[in-house]
C-alpha cells in the first residue's frame, strides 16, 4: 500500500532557484496538506487544499506555491528559493472536514523530503 | 486560532519503566480530536493514539494511554513499560472540525537501557 508518496526525498538547492515537490495520494482523500519541520517549532502548515482544483494559504505561505489539478496530487513549488526555507517538507492527506463515516480526523503523512538552500 | 504547547523538549525514561509527555492547548471548538504522532530517525510521522473531545474515557493503545482534561485543556501520553522502540520524537495535535491539524513543538523522548 503506497499511501502518501513524496518526491524527491532529498533535494539541494542554490539561492535563486526554483523547483517542485510532487505529493500523491491513492487514498482518495479529499484533503491534503504541505507542512514543513524545523527544529523546536514542530510541523507548521504551508498550504491545504480541500479538493481538485482548490488551495488554500496555511500558517506560513509566504515564498510557497500550490497546485491541485488532480485529486490524487499536491504540487509545492518554491519560485525562487532562500536559505530560510531548509527544512524538512511533509505532505499529508485526510478523508475531509465531516467528522465520522470512518473519518477520525487523522492525517496520513508522507515521509517527507528534505531540502537544503544554500 | 488554536495552540498547542508542549512544555517539555526533552524526557528520558528508564527501560521498562512509565513515562508521562505533557500537552496542553487552546481552541474555542467545543468538537475537536487530539492526537499523540511518534516520530522516530526515519522520520515518518506515526499515529500513536487519538481521542475524541466528546468522549468523557480516556483512549488506551496497548502500552500508550492517554490523560484527557477538557475543562483543563490538557492532553497527556502516558507510555507504560517503555521499550528502546519508544525513542522518537512525539507530537501533539489538535485537529478541530476544519480538519486543520495544529501541532505542538515536540518532546524527545530518550530511553535508557
Known amino acids: 500500500n503506497a499511501g502518501v508518496t513524496q518526491t524527491p526525498k532529498f533535494r539541494v538547492l542554490k539561492t535563486g532557484q526554483s523547483m517542485t515537490l510532487l505529493c500523491a495520494q491513492d487514498?482518495?482523500?479529499?484533503?491534503m496538506y504541505w507542512y514543513r519541520q524545523d527544529p523546536g517549532m514542530g510541523l507548521r502548515l504551508i498550504h491545504y487544499?480541500?479538493?481538485?482544483?482548490?488551495?488554500a494559504k496555511g500558517e506560513v505561505p509566504d515564498g510557497y506555491n500550490v497546485s491541485r489539478l488532480k485529486k490524487q496530487n499536491f504540487l509545492l513549488g518554491l519560485e525562487s528559493a532562500a536559505p530560510s526555507q531548509t527544512s524538512v517538507y511533509f505532505c499529508?492527506?485526510?478523508?475531509?472536514?465531516?467528522?465520522?463515516?470512518?473519518?477520525?480526523?487523522?492525517?496520513?503523512f508522507g515521509e517527507g523530503s528534505r531540502l537544503t538552500v544554500l | 486560532a488554536q495552540t498547542v504547547t508542549q512544555s517539555q523538549p526533552e524526557m528520558s525514561v528508564q527501560e521498562a519503566e512509565t513515562v508521562t509527555l505533557s500537552c496542553t492547548y487552546d481552541?474555542?471548538?467545543?468538537?475537536?480530536?487530539l492526537f499523540w504522532y511518534k516520530q522516530p530517525p526515519s522520520r515518518q510521522m506515526i499515529l500513536v493514539i487519538r481521542?475524541?473531545?466528546?468522549?468523557?474515557q480516556n483512549a488506551t493503545e496497548n502500552r500508550f494511554s492517554v490523560n484527557f482534561q477538557k475543562a483543563a485543556k490538557s492532553f497527556s501520553l502516558k507510555i507504560s513499560d517503555s521499550q528502546l522502540g519508544d525513542a522518537a520524537m512525539y507530537f501533539c495535535?489538535?485537529?478541530?472540525?476544519?480538519?486543520?491539524?495544529?501541532f505542538g513543538g515536540g518532546t524527545r523522548l530518550m530511553v535508557k537501557p
Open positions: 487514498m482518495n482523500h479529499e484533503y
Open positions: 481521542q475524541e473531545a466528546y468522549k468523557q
Open positions: 499529508a492527506s485526510s478523508y475531509g472536514n465531516v467528522i465520522g463515516r470512518g473519518n477520525t480526523g487523522e492525517l496520513f
Open positions: 495535535a489538535l485537529n478541530n472540525a476544519g480538519n486543520m491539524l495544529t
Open positions: 481552541t474555542s471548538e467545543s468538537d475537536y480530536y
Open positions: 487544499s480541500v479538493g481538485e482544483g482548490t488551495t
